[in-house]
């Protein structure tokens, strides 16, 4: 079984900047692409950011310029640097990683428990 646990959301002023973290743990022979999506009232889950095993990246127009996805590979752990935060940005943030737990399966997606976000003043 494969767990992701995320932790710094919260509440911050406009303009403020937070950091999101998502380590993966469990049983784990690799993890493809990692990433973050959010969801906010009443809106379809999108994409934010994601990072393949490589380094290589894709953004959100709407996040472009001010958040940045990175990774830890020895870690397991996924981060997203979000600055110049936005009313809009208030969402519930979710991990997401493509994780191959059985060299007799291919990689399956595993989602976090979600972690808030507000943007307000």
């Known amino acids: 079984q494969v767990q992701l646990v995320e932790s710094g959301g919260g509440l911050v002023q406009p303009g403020g900047s937070l950091r999101l973290s998502c380590a993966a743990s469990g049983s784990i022979i690799s993890i493809n692409v990692m990433g973050w999506y959010r969801q906010a009232p009443g809106k379809e889950r999108e994409l934010v950011a994601a990072?393949?095993?490589?380094?290589?990246?894709n953004y959100a127009d709407s996040v472009k310029g001010r958040f940045t996805i990175s990774r830890d590979k020895d870690k397991n752990t996924v981060y997203l640097q979000m600055n110049s935060l936005k009313p809009e940005d208030t969402a519930v943030y979710y991990c997401?990683?493509?994780?191959?737990?059985?060299?007799?399966?291919?990689?399956?997606?595993?989602w976090g428990q979600g972690t808030q976000v507000t943007v307000s003043s």
């Open positions: 990072i393949t095993r490589g380094g290589s990246t």
């Open positions: 997401n990683a493509e994780v191959r737990s059985s060299w007799y399966h291919g990689y399956a997606d595993y």
